[in-house]
Every structure is written in structure tokens, then in C-alpha cells.
């Protein structure tokens, strides 16, 4: 597979350790933050060679082939419709989640509506962030749940996950973000006594 240009908006926990992971990986990643000045920002840019970081707008310019949006749910709605230009025919993956409006967890209702040609999948937002950080579970690979389009963009989203060290199960396509979205809850409730180093596996005599 050949290495991707990887725009993330946001660099705290999720686009933060994700990010890395696809350094190491050999992606380029172009992060998108609100102060490209501070402190973060410049070690960010020592994490490779190959990494830029500057504002959303900047990172959206690069001509990413993917577009990974890791910012607070709430601030989702406006960031899609301000830079919806940019986004629009890209392949995005929205680990981003708008928990405690009452509305649906995902933001897929925005990008159809902003961005109707981009091929949009969920991903990385049902797991804690610790969990792409180290994705083995005494020796045992954990999976990560998706959804998201068939076609070209569906490979490059598996590459991704499998680059993070998880193995992806998706569940289908657009129509089965929610069910992708119900294992946040499934997730939040184990961690409670579990802790958050968490993942799932799915068993099954059919290969997969
Ligand atoms: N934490 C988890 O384990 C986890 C797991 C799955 C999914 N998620 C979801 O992933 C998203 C990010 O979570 P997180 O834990 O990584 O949060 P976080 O550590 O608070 O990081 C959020 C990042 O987004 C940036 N940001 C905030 N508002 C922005 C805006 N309007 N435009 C551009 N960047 C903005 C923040 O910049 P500043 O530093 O300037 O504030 C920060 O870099 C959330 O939607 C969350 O629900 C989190």
C-alpha cells in the first residue's frame, strides 16, 4: 500500500496519538490545530521529518487523500460548513463524537448535507484513545469497528486501522453508523470497571 497525505484536524488525544502512529507508519500528516504557535504545535513537528502542522485550513490544503477529524464534537457542525469546499469529494474517517446534545453521536447528517460527494466513514471514536496507543491485550490483537462506502477509499480506511495495530471489522456502510455508534456506549460502561484499557474481538468460525 502506498503511503497516504493525512490531513488531522485536532491533535489532543485522538488526532495526537493517531497521527503519530501513521508517522511511523511512513503516511505524511499535515495536522490541523487552532494555534499553530504553541508549544504543542512545535513538538508535533519534531514528531517526523515529513510533518506539518499549521491551522485547519492549511492542513486541508495539502491535497490530503484523507481527512481524520479528531475535534470536539460540538465544534463539528461549524467546522464542516466553513471548510466544506475543502472537504467536499475527500475521504474523511469522523472519530469525533457530540455527546449529551440529545442528537445523534456521529456528524454524518452535516457532511451529506455540506459535503455530499465525500465518502465518509466512522471510525476510532468507540475506543478510548489508549487503545490506539497500545492495541494488544496480553499478546491478543484488539479490533475496531467501522463503517463507511465500498470502493477505493474503503482500502486506504483499512490500511489505517491496521496501521494503528487494530484489526478492522466493518459492520457496512453508511447505514450502519449507528451501530458502530452504539459500542461507544457498550465501551463506556465496561471501562467503568475494566479500565479504559479496552477493546473488542470478534469470534467467529468464518474467516474475516
Ligand atoms: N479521548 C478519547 O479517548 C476519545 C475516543 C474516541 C473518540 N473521541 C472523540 O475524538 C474527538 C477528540 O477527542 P480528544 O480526546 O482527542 O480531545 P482533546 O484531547 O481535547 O483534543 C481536541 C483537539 O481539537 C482541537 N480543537 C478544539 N476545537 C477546535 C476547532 N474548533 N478547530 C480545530 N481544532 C479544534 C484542540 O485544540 P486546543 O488544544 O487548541 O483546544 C485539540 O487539539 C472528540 O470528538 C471525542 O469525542 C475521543
Redesign the pocket.
Known sequence: MATLRIAV????????TLGRKWTKAGHTVAY????PQ?A?AQTLRQSGASVTVGT?ADALGTDPQVIL?????G??E??IATHAAQINGRTVID?????GGGGPTDSFANFQQQTPTAQVYRA???????NFENPVFNGMQGDLFFAGPEGDSLAQVEQLISDVGLRPIRLGGTDQIGAVDALLGVWFTLSKTLG?HLAFKVLSDASN
Open positions: 484536524l485536532g491533535a489532543g488525544n485522538i488526532g495526537g490541523g490545530v487552532r494555534d504553541n504543542e485547519v477529524f479528531a475535534i470536539p464534537g465544534t463539528m461549524a467546522t472519530a469525533a463524537n457530540r455527546l476510532f471514536n468507540t475506543l478510548g484513545w489508549e479504559r
